[in-house]
């Protein structure tokens, strides 16, 4: 008879570990393809590691994934506070946001003719300061309110809210690892020099394609700021 239970206990624990890992993998799953979509944070990545340079990219990316890994905190663990907090500022947010877009923007299509010194085609050359870099990284997270109904929609669908909080743990720290892997990949890849040879040859039609686009969203933003 105690074996009988014993048996059934393993197995019923066994069963409950499959379930969690494989709510584990389709969390991951959805928010890697949700990462790879392009967005506001990508072409932010993209438009430092072209136009600026490898570490810009990065110092972007550093405010890119704590926006990131903050709303899946907020998410994963049901914060309510801060999420009823957000929602009082959310047009405040999506205002500042948008117009520094516009902004971005603006200066991107700009530049768009502007010859790329070169000794800027070496990867590297000619970063930021950090403070502007990860600025326009976090306000470009942060004004895309979407992120957070994008986790709370994985979670929702995959998460069980009694999972235990190691699991939970564990998967923000794969979020946090997913986030930056992708796009520091990209700020990588777009800042090698043969990426950046052939960014000088088409320069004029990158920077004006990248300044529409980040105009486009922030006037998305703006206009969404209403309170």
Do not use: H
């Not at 990545?45 to 903050?70: D, K, P």
């Not at 796009?183 to 990426?195: D, F, K, N």
């Amino acid at each position: 008879m105690r074996d009988r239970r014993g048996r059934a206990v393993r197995r019923q624990a066994m069963v409950g570990a499959m379930d969690t890992l494989s709510a584990f993998a389709i969390a991951v799953s959805i928010y890697l393809a949700g990462v790879m979509t392009p967005g506001p944070n990508t072409l932010i990545i993209m438009r430092q590691a072209l136009t600026v340079s490898r570490r810009a990219a990065l110092y972007s990316l550093a405010g890119v994934w704590l926006t990131s890994l903050s709303f899946a905190a907020i998410a994963l663990f049901g914060v309510t506070v801060i999420v009823a907090v957000l929602d009082e500022v959310a047009w405040a947010i999506k205002l500042v946001g948008g117009l520094y877009l516009i902004w971005i923007g603006i200066r991107t299509w700009r530049s768009a003719r502007l010859r790329v010194p070169a000794d800027a085609l070496a990867a590297g050359v000619g970063e930021s300061a950090f403070w502007p870099a990860f600025r326009l990284g976090f306000l470009t997270g942060i004004s895309n309110l979407k992120s957070i109904a994008f986790f709370f929609s994985i979670f929702a669908t995959a998460i069980d809210p009694g999972m235990a909080a190691a699991v939970k743990l564990a998967l923000l720290a794969a979020i946090g690892i997913l986030c930056f892997g992708w796009y520091g990949l990209l700020a990588v890849l777009l800042s090698s020099p043969p990426a950046q040879a052939v960014y000088a040859r088409i320069k004029t039609a990158v920077d004006r394609t990248i300044g529409v686009a980040l105009g486009m969203i922030g006037l998305g933003f703006v206009a969404a700021a209403r309170p």
